[in-house]
């Protein structure tokens, strides 16, 4: 299997810690099973110990619990290969290498075990990537909605959607990864932007997915599982003494949906994206959903009052039933009043009508809490086909896409511009948690009474406390 690779899965710590009582020969082993992905002990998972010298004998084996413990009891000296079994392994596609392990009598052994860091994961499976924006891997297996065999040979796609900010303007550019399949079904997708989101589908031919939302953590490596389906044949009575056969769909979903706290929702609409059968649930919130696509699919629900839920089904011949809790509008009603003040302070100084004409990139306080910088530069870090650069000196310069070169960009802050002033000196001007709002403009798309004719873009900042410049240097 050419795209798997042999990665250590048993990377074990073995600590000499206590000494067992006198006149005892075996060993207590006991140690915890990390799932390094997730950042969380790993439970079920199956440690054993096979004799090194015959690794047909499996000489002690037990299970982790739901805190990812384990204890081995009387193991007696000797050499073994530790490892564990478990199905996270297997949808990650890797060979476990195992790993030896030497056990002394009289005393009491630590073994811990891991599934391997997200970076030697998508390092072993992907190699070094281009750009660190893109070092992001998903992987999972594909199979037929209708027998659950694995499907060999199908194509899995990745895209995504970025906003590009040049010289020449706005673009909008969608982006794609693909891979294929093995004889078990599996697949890696590399190259696609980590702590982002991605769109996924599979096809081989007719048989096809629909499209579905996966994001992709900061750890680099997403999971996912697909399946396809295809058009069910369908003879018609006969026409002009010969058959006629035509193709639908055979996919029926059932389910109900309820509010956050299991109440029905009666009326709420519930359909699969680019479907056109369309369910109401009924007064206790049930559903159903015939002739619709088979797979993995997008279910949308919409009820007035409710925020939109969208949602990865797999739709199977075990047409298992679902439950959709949505999540009442009213509980985000009191944040919207919280701030309700904040709109109207950008407004005043035209943040928000220039964030409706979409001719650059903004940031909002809440958009830049989110992000956590630790300085405002950090914010721009964040903007679509910009990038940041330090030199020895700690001069910061920026680089948008389509320029040749670094420089250093207008920067205004609460409407006045800081003349002969450099990146880095603004981060020692204004802290992030007190910007209300950042604007990023190329040349060409500055507006007009922030332009200046320094070329390389312009920076708008605007604070919480307008009057700091009072006694600023200018």
């Not at 015939?290 to 739709?315: E, K």
Request: charged share 20%; proline share 5%.
């Amino acid at each position: 299997m050419g795209a798997r690779c042999a990665v250590c899965c048993a990377a074990a710590a073995i600590i000499v810690a206590l000494p067992t009582p006198a006149g005892g020969q075996a060993t207590k082993l006991r140690g915890r099973v990390y799932d390094s992905l997730a950042a969380l002990p790993l439970a079920g998972a199956h440690v054993e110990l096979v004799n090194a010298d015959d690794r047909s004998r499996i000489l002690f084996s037990t299970t982790s619990d739901s805190l990812g413990r384990f204890v081995l009891d009387s193991v007696g000296s000797g050499r073994y290969i530790a490892g564990f079994i478990h199905p996270i392994l297997d949808s990650l596609g890797l060979a476990i290498a195992q790993r030896l392990l030497t056990v002394t009598a009289e005393s009491e052994l630590r073994l811990d075990l891991a599934v391997p860091a997200p970076e030697r994961i998508e390092g072993a499976l992907c190699g070094k990537p281009d750009e660190k924006e893109t070092n992001g891997a998903v992987i999972g297996y594909v199979m037929n909605s209708h027998t659950l065999a694995p499907a060999e040979s199908t194509t899995v796609i990745a895209e995504w959607a970025e906003i590009l900010l040049g010289k020449s303007g706005v673009g909008h550019l969608v982006f794609s990864r693909k891979a294929t399949t093995d004889a078990n079904g599996w697949f890696v997708v590399c190259g696609v932007p980590a702590a982002s989101s991605v769109i996924l589908r599979a096809a081989s031919g007719a048989d096809t997915s629909g499209g579905i939302d996966v994001d992709v953590p900061k750890s680099r490596i997403a999971r996912r599982n697909l399946y396809i389906d295809h058009l069910q044949p369908i003879v018609a009575a006969p026409v002009s003494g010969s058959l006629a056969t035509t193709a639908t769909h055979g996919g029926v979903l059932n389910g109900w949906v309820r509010t956050e706290d299991g109440v029905p929702v009666p009326g709420a609409r519930v359909k699969i994206f680019n479907s056109d059968v369309t369910a109401l649930t009924s007064d206790d919130g049930a559903f159903e959903l015939t002739g619709i696509p088979g797979g993995t699919q997008t279910l949308t629900t919409r009820a007035i009052g409710f925020v939109p839920d969208d949602r990865a089904v797999d739709l199977t011949d075990q047409h298992l039933p679902i439950v959709i809790g949505l999540l009442s509008i009213r509980r985000f009603l009191d944040t919207v009043h919280v701030h309700a003040s904040r709109p109207s302070v950008m407004s005043a100084v035209g943040f928000d009508d220039r964030r409706q004409s979409g001719s650059g990139k903004f940031f909002t306080s809440t958009d830049i809490e989110r992000m956590h910088p630790h300085e405002v530069t950090d914010v721009l870090r964040h903007a679509p086909g910009v990038s940041l650069s330090t030199d020895n000196s700690h001069r910061v310069t920026i680089r948008m896409r389509g320029d040749m070169e670094s420089c250093t960009p207008a920067i205004f802050v609460d409407g006045k511009q800081l003349i002969n002033w450099e990146l880095s000196d603004l981060n020692g001007l204004v802290q992030p948690e007190e910007v209300a709002g950042l604007e990023v403009y190329t040349p060409s798309m500055t507006p007009p009474q922030f332009r200046t004719k320094q070329g390389c873009g312009t920076i708008l900042v605007w604070t919480r406390t307008p009057d700091r410049l009072a006694n600023g240097r200018r």
